[in-house]
């Protein structure tokens, strides 16, 4: 099993979780989140003074999906989150060992 | 005492030969009299042997008007301690004559029949005269009389006229001005006494706790609560007693004096605990009993006045008091049976950071069906009250709640009833949908007041609506077409329209409104769901919204809607979003519309020919449009730019057309139409301020072929042009003489500044200029925030066009004592370079410094 955990664009949540639902993968968490990456945020003007934006708004959206469909599962994700310009996100892939559904205790392999 | 001066032109001081009328008084008088002595030496002068005499005194006015024939329009009142009746011995006999219509001759003649054979007999009358239509208006100048005329009692005469007088009388204004007054005359009284009733030789009637405040005390009950002296310091029976032995030793006083004499004086006190049958060997212990009853009596009436004074209703407004538990109807019957005060409580709650009490809620509830929503505001200012009931402040959530729930709100608006306890399923929505309503506004309510650092930007923004109470109706109305399941905001709209009919608001704000209402989720959907970096979705949505008002309205509306759906709705991070699409959309719209022109083909174009009046026609329309920003379609409705382009009508060099309206009453509209030159924004701006116009707002826009139109609200707070009759054509003259350069505007500007210098309120900001070539592709755009000032704007562009550079557009704001211009300059038709910039935001800094 894998963890893919993506950090992507506010207004691209939908067609994130319409690419995944494509590959039958509904199960997520979609967090609201705050940072930045190479963007590193920008200088606003509002009323003639000057204010950072250092941390900008992103949404974080994590997955476990089974290892045969990680790499789709990938591929969804960036095609459907890219713009092409800088602060488009990041997807993370992470191992995972063992997982249990807390109603039975089953465990999942 | 009452003034008897007022009847004073009827005396007739001849003396008149005793009549059978007159002796037979004579006896009557003197048997009461009698009767009264009696009582009083047996030491039973109280309240009962008072009102007996009272009554017989009543019976012998009665023999004397009837023996005067018949008196169908006159009614003579007992006022006073006569109406209360406890007169006493040798009071004076406090009266009324109150006649129906005018006084004329037969008027006079019964006056004189009735008062001369009082006189004759010895009575000592303390009489008003006066027409029932004395009595619309309020003698507010005489508060011992109107005090007097609370106890007023019908004796003889007309008893209809008595019931007009007392319909006339008792209006709540009248009472709340009786208690003001009556307030005022206790504090002098007992000042006289230096405020302790411990007198060794006190006065019966006049010291503290003595018979004067026992009155007082009745009245605050009677005018306020007439229940409060149930919840007094002293039980009610006790405060009785008080005063049955106040008037046993004042009838005391006046049998031993033999006059109207009520100062219990150390020889007096010996006599009168004797008559009063104290017991003791000594006279100094019969003494030292009475004066001991004296003070313990006397502190239970002082500890009631207190209590009442404490406790009463504090009046607010009329038939409004306020009192410890909150706001409450002084006469709740006269508030039952008039809906247009029932806001004015909830107002009154607000501005005095309380509650409306539990009765007067009840009182609306009981009767809150009889009524229909245009009853609670009949008129233009009972409209204008209940929008400036919407302006968000502490408090208004907990009002409206108290509204909602004693069914007022859904009465005043039953647009709102529609969505009471309304339910709709879905995943984010935690409370119903009037609740969800009530508390956008609450929401709206805490940023008002907040003092979270990282809020301050928003409550900025509240604080800049000039008319937030819309904000707050357009709140109230976004969701009522939730009771049908479809598309509410359309059905939200329909029902909302039928409110701003009723409210009858201006047609700007109607559509404001109504906007909001229609497009309430539009900004979420764009600030969450949207790619808010791409600038043309940020340049659609300013083109969508069209003016600053409306994008601050709309944000704050969706911050309020977002977080009245659940406490975790709104974070952080979305404030984050929408404020951004905030900042982004406020800069396209103040510094971008320079680059978006007016074309023939342009949308709203061809509703503006369509609809065009017979004295224009489509080209007149179309040239005179054509290379204005697009946002001059959005900034005026249709009348006011037919208006401009009559004004721009065959314009000559060295020209001015000028129109002035009244937008309201303190606001005023100049639209100026004239063709471009050097320092023409600066000049008119300078014509303004020596007129001492202060701009508020304002637009000033140049086409392409040099056709300047300056559009500005402006106050006038020296009446300038209310008050004089010629003022336009001299403003016009001036303003003439200045932009041909036929007149020096400096020396008419020297006086005025120096005096707006030395007036300058406290509030200081330091000043902001900053140029920016990005913004626009057109323009160096100027954004320039400082302290609100006379002359602000002539200064600033004076030093613009003193460096040589062209005013296109200018966009001017007013936020409280913040002025907020954006100025669209080129030099040379090009925009500045990066030195040429800094040369002039130096030196508008350092005139802004300067004059700041």
């Known amino acids: 099993m894998k963890m893919i955990k993506s950090i992507i664009r506010p207004n691209k949540v939908d067609d994130v979780k319409d690419a995944l639902a494509k590959l039958n993968i509904a199960g997520m968490t979609v967090t609201e ?20 934006v250092s941390l900008l708004p992103k949404m974080e959206i994590e997955v476990v999906v089974p290892d045969s469909l990680a790499d789709d599962a990938i591929k969804a994700i960036v095609t459907a989150a890219r713009t092409g310009e800088i602060g488009d996100g990041r997807v993370f892939v992470m191992p995972v060992q063992e997982s249990y559904r807390i109603r039975t205790g089953e465990r999942e392999a | 005492m009452l003034d008897a001066a007022a009847g004073g032109e009827y005396h007739d001081m001849s003396v008149t030969e005793p009549g059978p009328v007159g002796s037979k008084l004579t006896a009557v008088l003197a048997a009461a009299r009698a009767e009264l002595t009696a009582d009083v030496r047996r030491g039973a002068g109280g309240r009962a042997a008072l009102e007996r005499y009272s009554d017989r005194v009543d019976a012998m006015l ?19 301690g006569y109406g209360r009746r406890h007169l006493c011995l040798h009071s004076d006999i406090d009266l009324l004559v109150l006649f129906g219509g005018r006084i004329g001759a037969a008027e006079e003649q019964f006056l004189r029949a009735f008062l001369h054979p009082l006189w004759d007999i010895g009575v000592v009358v303390g009489h008003q005269v006066r027409e029932l239509d004395d009595f619309r208006t309020l003698e507010a100048d005489n508060p011992e009389f109107l005090l007097a005329l609370l106890d007023a009692r019908p004796v003889a005469g007309a008893r209809v006229l008595f019931d007009r007088f007392n319909s006339l009388f008792h209006t709540p204004e009248t009472h709340a001005h009786i208690l003001t007054s009556l307030l005022q005359l206790i ?64 009838s005391a006083l006046h049998l031993e004096t033999d006059r109207n004499l009520n100062v219990l004086s150390h020889e007096l006190q010996e006599r009168t605990s004797d008559l009063l049958g104290y ?9 030292e009993r009475l004066m001991s009853d004296y003070f313990r009596n006397a502190r239970i009436v002082s500890r009631s006045l207190e209590w009442a004074r404490k406790t009463a209703p504090a009046p607010v407004g009329p038939n409004l008091g306020l009192s410890r538990d909150g706001i409450r109807f002084l006469d709740p019957i006269q508030a039952a049976r008039d809906p247009s005060m029932w806001i004015a409580a909830f107002q009154a709650a607000i501005d005095g950071n309380t509650e409306v009490t539990e009765e007067a809620l009840s009182c609306i509830q009981q009767h809150v069906d009889r009524y229909r929503a245009d009853d609670f505001f009949p008129d233009e200012a009972s409209r204008k009250a209940l929008l400036r009931l919407l302006r968000p402040r502490a408090g208004l959530y907990a009002r409206l709640s108290e509204m909602h729930d004693c069914g007022l709100l859904g009465r005043v608006f039953p647009e709102f009833q529609a969505i009471s306890w309304r339910v709709v399923r879905d995943f984010y929505h935690k409370y119903t949908v009037d609740e969800h309503t009530l508390l956008t506004i609450r929401s709206l309510e805490q940023l008002s007041t907040t003092t979270d650092p990282y809020r301050q930007r928003l409550r900025n923004v ?77 340049k659609d949505f300013a083109a969508f919204i069209g003016t600053e008002q409306r994008l601050k309205m709309l944000t704050l509306l969706t911050l309020a809607d977002v977080q009245a759906v659940s406490p975790e709705t709104l974070t952080p991070w979305k404030e984050e979003l929408l404020w951004r699409l905030y900042v982004d959309t406020y800069n396209h719209l103040t510094q971008r519309y320079g680059d978006e022109r007016i074309e023939r083909s342009q949308a709203g174009v061809d509703d503006l020919l369509a609809q065009c009046p017979p004295d224009l026609d489509a080209q007149e329309i179309t040239r005179f449009l054509e290379g204005l920003p697009q946002r001059y379609l959005q900034l005026f409705p249709h009348e006011a730019i037919y208006r401009h382009v009559r004004l721009a009508r065959g314009i000559q060099p060295d020209e001015v057309h000028l129109s002035i309206e009244r937008q309201d009453s303190s606001v005023w509209t100049l639209a100026v139409a004239t063709l471009d030159k050097p320092y023409l924004f600066s000049n008119i701006c300078g014509v303004l301020s020596s007129f001492g116009m202060n701009i508020i707002r304002g637009h000033a826009l140049t086409n392409p072929s040099g056709l300047v139109l300056d559009v500005f609200q402006f106050t006038d707070d020296e009446r300038f042009l209310e008050l004089n009759g010629d003022a336009q054509q001299r403003l016009l003259h001036v303003l003439e003489n200045v932009v041909a350069g036929r007149e020096e505007l400096a020396p008419r500007l020297r006086g005025r500044e120096r005096g707006a210098l030395a007036m300058r309120s406290g509030m200081r900001f330091p000043p902001v200029v900053r140029a920016d070539n990005e913004a626009s592709s057109r323009y160096t755009i100027l954004d320039i925030v400082a302290t609100n000032a006379l002359g602000l704007l002539y200064r600033i562009s004076r030093v613009i066009s003193r460096h040589g550079c062209d005013v296109d557009l200018v966009l001017i704001a007013t936020e409280g004592e913040k002025a907020i211009d954006v100025f669209h300059i080129t030099k040379g038709g090009s925009k500045l370079t990066e030195s040429e910039q800094q040369e002039l935001t130096t030196d508008l800094l350092r005139i802004l410094e300067e004059t700041q």
């Open chain 2, 462 to 538: 509240l604080n800049e609506l000039a008319e937030p109470e819309l904000l707050v109706l357009s709140l109230l109305l976004h969701d009522v077409g939730k009771w049908r399941d479809d598309d509410h905001a359309i059905e939200s709209v329909r029902m909302a329209r039928d409110v701003v009919d009723r409210l009858h608001l201006p047609d700007d704000a109607r559509d404001t409104v109504l906007f909001l209402i229609r497009h309430h989720l539009r900004m979420s959907l764009i600030a969450f769901r949207r790619d808010t970096e791409d600038p043309d979705i940020v």
């Open chain 2, 279 to 287: 017991p003791g060997t000594e006279p100094r212990q019969r003494v």
């Open chain 2, 187 to 250: 504090e002098e009284r007992h000042s006289r006494f230096n405020a302790t009733l411990y007198q060794l030789e006190p006065d019966v009637k006049e010291s503290p706790g003595a018979l004067r405040d026992l009155a007082a005390t009745r009245t605050i009950a009677l005018l306020t609560d007439p229940l409060l002296l149930r919840r007094g310091p002293a039980d009610p029976a006790r405060f009785d007693d008080a005063e049955d032995f106040l008037l046993r030793v004042r």
């Open chain 2, 62 to 80: 009665r023999q004397l008007v009837a023996a005067g024939g018949p008196s169908e329009d006159v009614a003579i009142v007992a006022l006073g």
């Open chain 1, 33 to 52: 989140v705050r940072g930045h990456g190479k963007q590193k945020g920008h200088t606003a003007i509002y009323r003639g003074k000057e204010y950072n």
